[in-house]
């Protein structure tokens, strides 16, 4: 047989930022897309589901916002605490709504590596912490009807699809919880130091993790972080 296929262009690899709020995850992967796209065409890809930016404008809707915001997240806190009952079908199906536009973002970002593109994502899905940091929202608490249970174990299938694609690397970014506070001061003390502390544990499979203390300036971070991430673009060859 004459003639030889050409060869795959090599898939651009992938960084991705995780930390709680307030650590300049957003600003930091805008920047970072901004300054290494003087080595290789990259981008960035916001991974999170976007559900607490959705409750916080909500809640400043006049009259009934605080009171909808309230009551939504009443019933997410239950969807995510283990052994709490999932309450109501309509509740897990808008969960599942999000998971799925995070999962059609997670393959637009494949297909964008595929190009050879670098990306550098602002959070990253997870299967070690279930109903918490961006980890499946319906496999925490118990489903209250088989319609819920189905939809329960079709998220867990998507997020297992995206964890296992693991990242070159993985920044892990580390602050106190007081010191986010200050800079996100909408957010929960409680919530911040909660994920603060599941940032340390995560594995995300085994990838290359590396942890930056998030605490001085952010032009002191973030050179940390262009420093750590100039390596893994310039390993992989971009597509000619």
Not at 103 to 110: P, V
Not at 159 to 165: F, G, L, Q
Not at 199 to 205: C, D, H, Q, R, V
Request: proline share 8%; hydrophobic share 40%.
């Amino acid at each position: 047989m004459s003639g030889s296929s050409s060869p795959a262009p090599a898939i651009g690899p992938l960084i991705a930022l995780i930390g709680c709020d307030g650590t300049g995850k957003s600003t930091l992967a805008n920047e970072l897309a901004e300054r290494l796209n003087q080595y290789r065409p990259a981008r960035t890809c916001y991974l999170g589901l976007g559900s607490g930016d959705l409750g916080r404008r909500i809640g400043k809707l006049p009259l009934i916002g605080p009171v909808l915001e309230d009551r939504l997240t009443r019933k997410a806190k239950k969807t995510r605490s283990p052994g709490e009952k999932i309450p109501g079908p309509l509740t897990a199906l808008v969960v599942y709504v999000f998971s799925l536009l995070r999962y059609r973002r997670f393959l637009q970002m494949q297909q964008a590596r595929k190009l050879g593109i670098a990306v550098i994502t602002d959070r990253y899905p997870q299967t070690e912490m279930a109903g918490f940091y961006d980890g499946p929202g319906l496999s925490a608490a118990r489903p209250g009807s088989r319609f819920v249970a189905f939809l329960a174990r079709s998220e867990l299938r998507l997020y297992r699809k995206m964890a296992a694609v693991k990242p070159d690397l993985v920044i892990k970014l580390d602050v106190d919880p007081e010191i986010a506070l200050s800079r996100k001061p909408d957010h929960d003390l409680a919530a911040l130091k909660k994920k603060a502390a599941a940032t340390l544990k995560l594995t995300f499979g085994g990838a290359r993790t590396v942890t930056v203390d998030a605490r001085p300036s952010y032009p002191v971070v973030r050179d940390e972080v262009i420093r750590l991430c100039k390596p893994i673009l310039l390993a992989k060859p971009a597509m000619s």
